[in-house]
């Protein structure tokens, strides 16, 4: 069975402080993927970023950066010089192998993050 | 190219009613699956449809029920509600490209209010 665990659920910083989500996933397949989603208070989940479990570079786009480690099963997720508009919760998910038809995501619990000015 | 939508946005029932949510999927994507997320929790996988099949189901009961029309839009069933089903109800779309997952395009949710 999959299993995404995020232990932080809620962290609050000041405005351009760096922060760091975690992300500990648990899964029997040699092949998956993760992803991490934003979600503002409109409730829409926004996609961040893609990652399969054959890639392990890191990667950074923007103030945005992820660090995958499959040794410790985990995909982190940092951001750079917050702003008050990083401020929502976000979500890593894990999903099974390519199955013919899309994803069908295990999410974490979610961290709401607070950017104060 | 417009997103996916789904409708309506906010709804309230009573125990035991049935209710239907509705998704248009993104233009070209072929794929559609629902999320139960409960307060203040992650979303929970329900089942997704592929070219009008259902594909893959989560931990559910037989009264949350869909269908997948032709032109890839989705309709969400549920029967004799709980109290327990008030959650946001979410859809969402993918591509179909071979040999790999795709990310998904969520749409703004539905709130379901169950008293």
């Known amino acids: 069975a999959q299993k995404v665990t995020q232990a932080q659920t809620e962290i609050s910083v000041v405005e351009k402080e760096d922060v760091t989500l975690d992300c500990v996933y648990e899964?029997?397949?040699?092949?998956?993927?993760l992803f991490w989603y934003k979600q503002p208070p409109s409730g829409e989940l926004v996609f961040l970023i893609r990652?399969?479990?054959?890639?392990?570079q890191n990667e950074i786009s923007g103030r945005y950066s992820w660090n995958f480690q499959k040794s410790t099963s985990s995909f982190n997720f940092t951001i750079t010089a917050s702003q008050v508009v990083d401020s929502a919760v976000y979500f890593c998910?894990?999903?099974?192998?390519?199955?013919?038809?899309?994803?069908?995501?295990?999410f974490g619990g979610g961290t709401r993050l607070m950017v104060k000015p | 190219e417009t997103g996916v939508t789904q409708s309506p946005t906010h709804l309230i029932k009573t125990r035991g009613q049935q209710v239907t949510l509705r998704c248009s999927s993104q233009?070209?994507?072929?794929?559609v699956s629902w999320y139960q997320q409960a307060l203040g929790q992650g979303p929970q996988f329900i089942f997704q449809?592929?070219?009008?099949?259902?594909?893959g189901r989560g931990n559910f009961p037989p009264r949350f029920s869909g269908l997948q029309f032709p032109n890839y839009s989705s309709e969400l069933n549920v029967n004799a509600l709980e109290l327990d089903d008030s959650a946001l109800y979410l859809c969402?779309?993918?591509?179909?490209?071979?040999?790999?997952?795709?990310?998904?395009?969520f749409g703004q949710g539905t709130r379901l209010t169950v008293v």
């Open positions: 969402a779309s993918s591509p179909e490209r071979q040999g790999q997952n795709t990310e998904a395009f």
């Open positions: 899964t029997r397949d040699t092949t998956y993927y």
């Open positions: 990652r399969n479990s054959f890639d392990e």
């Open positions: 998910a894990l999903s099974e192998p390519y199955n013919n038809a899309g994803n069908m995501l295990t």
């Open positions: 233009s070209g994507h072929n794929t």
């Open positions: 449809y592929y070219r009008e099949e259902e594909n």
